[in-house]
């Protein structure tokens, strides 16, 4: 992959696939550190996998508390600018649009919200897989500045990496 200045003649269609390349090994990445750094019986998916208690490395220390949030609006990001708009002047509204849905969950994990939102869930979650855990999302999830900030910084990293890969200065 090249991070320096694009030679005249690169289709669109490799910065996309570039692009989807990126966030698909960032979400990748993503699921190895919930695998090696995570409660498995915590983990929507890991704990049908794997036994009780299984133990976790923690591998990414205390950085493996935020980088989840990073990678989540990073990629996605990546995937939206990838897939649905690939014009650069469509890249400040698509990070924007992630940037405030990713902190909306944030906040939303705050006790009072989370309550609330809990209580306001429709019952027929209960029997569609993905939307049966949203309830337990809101709350025992927990609500932490320093997510804010992660988010923040993956969409910072997003905007610079489509700049980079469409041969724009950042």
Same mark, same amino acid.
């Given at each position: 992959? #090249?991070?320096?200045?694009?030679?005249?003649? $690169?289709?669109?269609?490799?910065?996309?696939? %570039?692009?989807?390349?990126?966030?698909?090994? =960032?979400?990748?990445?993503? $699921?190895?550190?919930?695998?090696?750094?995570?409660? #498995?019986? #915590?983990?929507? &998916?890991?704990?049908?996998?794997?036994? =009780?208690?299984?133990?976790?490395?923690?591998?990414?220390? *205390?950085?493996?508390?935020?980088?989840?949030?990073? +990678?989540?609006?990073?990629? &996605?990001?990546?995937?939206? @600018?990838?897939? @649905?708009?690939? @014009?650069?002047?469509? +890249? +400040?509204?698509?990070?924007?649009?992630?940037?405030?849905?990713?902190?909306?969950? %944030? $906040?939303?994990? /705050?006790?009072?919200?989370?309550?609330?939102? =809990?209580? #306001? /869930?429709?019952?027929? &979650?209960?029997?569609?897989?993905?939307?049966?855990?949203?309830?337990?999302?809101?709350?025992?999830? *927990?609500?932490? !500045?320093?997510?804010?900030?992660?988010?923040?910084?993956? *969409? $910072?990293? @997003?905007?610079? *990496? /489509?700049?980079?890969?469409?041969?724009?200065? !950042?």
């Amino acid at each position: 992959m #090249h991070w320096g200045c694009r030679k005249k003649g $690169v289709t669109l269609m490799s910065r996309q696939r %570039e692009m989807l390349a990126i966030a698909i090994g =960032a979400l990748c990445m993503g $699921v190895l550190l919930y695998a090696l750094d995570r409660q #498995h019986d #915590h983990v929507y &998916f890991l704990s049908a996998w794997t036994p =009780a208690n299984s133990p976790t490395a923690r591998v990414f220390g *205390t950085l493996g508390n935020y980088l989840p949030t990073f +990678i989540h609006v990073y990629a &996605f990001i990546l995937l939206t @600018a990838a897939v @649905a708009a690939p @014009a650069m002047n469509k +890249i +400040i509204p698509i990070c924007l649009a992630w940037f405030t849905l990713d902190c909306l969950f %944030e $906040v939303a994990q /705050i006790d009072s919200s989370a309550r609330w939102i =809990a209580q #306001h /869930i429709p019952d027929w &979650f209960s029997g569609v897989p993905f939307l049966e855990n949203t309830a337990s999302y809101f709350l025992f999830g *927990t609500f932490d !500045v320093l997510d804010l900030l992660s988010i923040a910084a993956g *969409t $910072v990293a @997003a905007y610079v *990496t /489509i700049r980079i890969s469409s041969g724009k200065r !950042v």
